[in-house]
């Protein structure tokens, strides 16, 4: 067998040739291009290097201050949050007379998933929707109250 080269097979189209239009519309389009870079800054990836300095001693004096503006940032971030009333509430108010049924319901309901004795696909998504609806109407006003 012998190596044939593409280049030199004949195309069964022929190649169109660059017209007045085609011309015209590479100026135009590179014309806009241009008007439009005027008015936006050009940033390049190796000006940001360039302008930075190379002089240690202002390296030196950036970390000193910068040390000691750290310190009271840490002391700051070492303050204690308030724990989280929510899960309380909503845990309270799950066991409410209101919601205690729809609870039991949904607890039933995975209960009977999980044994395998639900119809196949069968999920407790709309039983728990209706649990955490009831639970959240609950404790919404009483966790606004709250937090004023």
Avoid: W
């Amino acid at each position: 067998m012998s190596h044939t080269s593409f280049r030199n097979l004949p195309l069964p189209f022929p190649l169109p040739q660059p017209s007045f239009i085609t011309e015209r519309y590479i100026i135009t389009m590179s014309s806009i291009t241009s008007f439009f870079s005027s008015f936006l800054p050009t940033i390049q990836a190796d000006a940001a290097a360039e302008e930075k300095p190379a002089d240690e001693n202002n390296a030196q004096v950036d970390s000193e201050t910068s040390d000691s503006e750290e310190a009271p940032a840490e002391v700051e971030e070492e303050e204690e949050e308030a724990e989280d009333s929510h899960p309380a509430i909503r845990e309270e108010c799950q066991n409410s007379a209101k919601c205690a049924p729809l609870a039991k319901h949904f607890e039933h309901c995975q209960e009977k998933v999980q044994a395998g004795e639900g119809f196949k696909g069968e999920d407790c998504v709309e039983e728990m929707f209706h649990m955490m609806h009831c639970a959240e109407g609950c404790a919404a006003p009483k966790l606004f109250a709250k937090l004023r």
